[in-house]
């Protein structure tokens, strides 16, 4: 999988999630019903968390100036906007189609690099490592509850 497809998959599935967020919220806010506040608050956390370590990942590929990864992350928590930062950055030539660090790539420069190198070296391990690191962070920000208080 590319840079480009990577990003471009986490920053659709993070506006699918805040879209079935919203609509829990407004079904709750009128009186329909409270339960999908929780499990769409719940995916939507989850595709929040993985895009934003996507985005990490995708920033150091890409050597991207931090003002562009900034505003990466910063995209995540406005509703929607994901879609016309990852528009913005493609179109700007921003999303590679090869791994820079990957096997046979450039040689990793420092310790976030070198990390990267071995995680596109090692990507089943990599992937069973950030599903148990999302789902650790995700269970750790459930237990300290929602970021806003409920009436």
């Known amino acids: 999988m590319t840079p480009r497809i990577l990003f471009r998959t986490f920053a659709f599935a993070e506006i699918v999630t805040w879209a079935g967020l919203i609509t829990a919220m407004i079904l709750r806010g009128t009186g329909v019903t409270d339960a999908m506040v929780g499990p769409a608050g719940g995916v939507h956390g989850f595709v929040f968390l993985g895009y934003c ?18 505003l990466g992350l910063a995209s995540a928590i406005v509703p929607f906007a ?52 999302v789902s650790v962070a995700f269970t750790v920000l459930l237990w300290l509850g929602p970021p806003v208080p409920r009436d």
């Not at 990942?57 to 990864?69: A, E, I, L, S, Y």
């Not at 913005?88 to 450039?106: F, N």
């Open 82 to 133: 994901t879609l016309p930062f990852e528009l913005v950055v493609d179109r700007r030539g921003l999303l590679g189609s090869t791994w820079r660090l990957g096997r046979g790539g450039d040689t990793p420069r420092n310790l976030i690099e070198r990390l990267q190198a071995w995680v596109l070296r090692h990507p089943i391990l990599s992937v069973l490592m950030l599903v148990v690191g």
């Open 53 to 70: 370590v996507i985005t990490v990942f995708v920033w150091v590929n890409q050597r991207w100036r931090p003002v562009t990864g900034l």
